[in-house]
């Protein structure tokens, strides 16, 4: 599966308070994205365009690679990876 943001919409996010964005997917435009001000974790790079459905949900579980996602979940990364914790660590 393949998602693609720009700069123009990680700026989005950032206005919309997030601190970041992790993809169970692909990302395109590498360059503008390490730009951007918030961080952004994804598996892979890949020059193909996403297709645009609209489609979106929040405050809900997701579960990928072995872990379940809850709302009120912290995510934590940095080059090396990224840890999940229950609540907000020190």
Do not use: M
């Amino acid at each position: 599966e393949l998602w693609y943001r720009s700069c123009n919409l990680g700026k989005l996010a950032e206005q919309n308070g997030w601190a970041g964005v992790v993809v169970h997917g692909c990302v395109r435009d590498t360059a503008e994205l390490s730009a951007c001000a918030i961080g952004i974790k994804a598996l892979a790079a890949h020059p193909k365009r996403s297709d645009k459905r609209g489609l979106g949900e929040k405050d809900v579980e997701v579960s990928f690679a072995g872990i379940t996602l809850k709302p009120g979940e912290w995510l934590y990364a940095d080059a090396d990876g990224i840890v999940v914790s229950a609540g907000k660590l020190g």
